[in-house]
């Protein structure tokens, strides 16, 4: 028996090892997947079932998935922001917590822009002004692209961080401006000489391109995508190694195949939102994970699985009454009655889920910046 024990020993340790490499591997390919890389298995995807069923079968069954899927999904995403945003607010606004500027920038976000969107929207909505409504939406669609493409810029950033791997100031920029290049080209590409638009009945016309704007943002992106291929070669020559796939990767589905080249499978445009909010909430998790491990403490960590259970629900609850209990309520309450409102028949819907889409973008303007003090727990 003492004999056999070196041995049974060491056999554990190799088991061990390797189970470990094995439970690396998983959580980095389930990473791979939440942060971009399905949208590598669910493009062609869209593309075979589209060419199956054809269009109008194939958009009928994902729209309709979609739409129910966003209640777990993409409304959780833009209500988990507000839940990240307003804890301790009084303490992140006035306190120590944050440096003057981002107190600034808090105060901004959480105070000045609700009361301006809400303002707008208030005002175009007692007007049944179609036009007023169909600015604010026109002014969400400019900034949505914005949204993304920063959000994969974080995804390279921090997850190569998490790697060891740091892009210095100037690899930044370039990786930046290929990303602003991205979403001017996709905003602008095919130009809109003013066309007629309906989000959720709310029927409007849009601002028409410049001439030639088209053009410009297209050699900008082309020009963005030779500087930022020069800078990573520049940068796997300096250090010997290439960077960390996976982060680099989200990046480019986010910045091409979200934002670029949205367009390019009438199917998988469906899908977008979704991936987005996936990657997004995979964030949320790391962070709210990590900050929690910290403040239970080892080695039970009792509270972690508590603390991100009830963010969870409470965004889950939260999404939905933003999304469908209130503008619903408001909508049966306030509209349906008058069935020749120039409105259409659910503004509440389109009024207050653009506030949330524009609030949104502006609260992670804040949240997800060097200057919050929170982001070291990413990092972890």
Known sequence: MTAAAPGSTAEGAIALSAARADASRVSALFEFLLIGGGTLVLLPLCYLYRERAGLDEAEALVGFLLFHAAVAVNNPHFAVTYLLFYRNAKERAFGASYGRAQRARYLFAGLVVPLALAT???????????????????????????????QG???????????????????RAVVLGHCFAAWLYGRTNPRDPGRASVVDDVL???????EGLDRVSAVLFALSAVALIATLAKKVRREGRLPPLSPLIGLLVTVWLWTAFSRVDPLFAYVIPALHSIQYLYFVWLLRRNEARVQSGPPEFRSVSRSLVTLALGAVALGWLLFRGIPS????????????????????????????????????????RRENPEIRHLLA
Do not use: C
């Not at 600015?135 to 949204?147: A, D, N, W």
């Not at 409007?204 to 410049?210: D, E, F, R, V």
């Open 120 to 150: 707008w929207a208030g005002v175009a909505l007692a007007r049944h002004s179609a036009r007023d409504i169909g600015l604010l939406i026109q002014l969400m669609f400019v900034l949505v692209g914005f949204h993304y493409v920063k």
């Open 153 to 171: 810029f974080g995804v390279l950033t921090i997850l190569s961080l998490r790697r060891g791997v740091r892009y210095d100031a100037r690899e």
């Open 204 to 210: 409007y016309t849009s601002l028409p391109h410049p």
């Open 329 to 368: 309520f408001l909508d049966g309450l306030l509209v349906l009655i008058d069935p020749i409102d120039p409105l259409g028949t659910t503004p509440y819907l389109a009024a207050i889920g653009t506030f949330v889409n524009l609030h949104h973008y502006f609260m992670d303007w804040v949240i997800w």
